[in-house]
């Protein structure tokens, strides 16, 4: 079943971490199918307003329209969320089970992202990589429209990457939108990917 139609937008956005206004006016929108890959420098707040869509931060000012109710989207932070004394299948399990997914989901995704036989390994024994791909089979457990990814190509190698772009096209086919932070360009062929660059 494809994810419910997205239809997000943005108006005036302004961002504080602290007492710095991190930025100010900032507008876009966001539909499915549709892909915004956030550049800027460090400090610009690209993780911040990633933070902020999430819940996590609340806006100096401005508006957010057409977030999806709650669960309707997957958040993702560059250090992967994942407890590092539990194996690969535990995490997963314990991610689905807080989340309203069944544990019939972790097989799947875990075959997906190619680290299915790695299941029973602690965390804390694999690659950055191998970690990488742990998490990123939280976004195939449950179908959400709205995927929200912080600099999720780190530590991936070129068959993680094409793998990445394999399910975020595959993500974006199905209606779902996503926006993305990475100073390294996003895998090369990926359709419907906008470019909005924060600055300092």
């Known amino acids: 079943m494809p994810p419910p139609s997205l239809q997000l937008e943005i108006r005036d956005l302004a ?14 929108a966001l539909s499915g199918g549709e892909i915004l890959h956030l550049q800027g420098a460090n400090g610009a707040g690209k993780t911040s307003l990633l933070e902020t ?3 996590l931060r609340r806006p100096a000012a401005g508006q957010v329209r057409g977030l999806p109710e709650e669960g ?5 932070g560059h250090r992967n969320g994942l407890n590092l004394n539990l194996s690969v299948l535990e995490n997963l399990e314990f991610w689905c089970g807080l989340n309203g997914a069944g544990a019939a989901a972790c097989q799947p995704a875990l075959e997906r992202v190619g680290i299915w036989k790695l299941r029973h390994r602690l965390v804390r ?19 959400r429209p709205l995927w929200l ?22 993500h974006a086919a199905g209606g779902g939108g996503a ?5 390294q360009p996003l895998p090369a062929g990926l359709a419907g990917v906008r470019i909005l660059v924060l600055n300092p």
Not at 19 to 27: A, I
Not at 72 to 76: A, I, K, P, T, V
Not at 179 to 183: E, G, P, Q
């Open 149 to 170: 990814l912080d600099e999720p190509l780190d530590g991936l190698d070129r068959q993680g990457l094409e793998l990445f772009a394999q399910l975020l096209a595959e």
């Open 179 to 183: 926006l993305v932070t990475s100073h």
């Open 15 to 28: 961002v504080r971490r602290g007492p710095r206004l991190l930025f100010e006016g900032l507008g876009f």
């Open 125 to 143: 024994t694999l690659s950055a990589g191998q970690k990488r791909r742990a998490a990123l089979a939280r976004l195939l457990a449950q179908r």
């Open 72 to 76: 309707g989207l997957h958040w993702l």
């Open 53 to 55: 869509l999430a819940g």
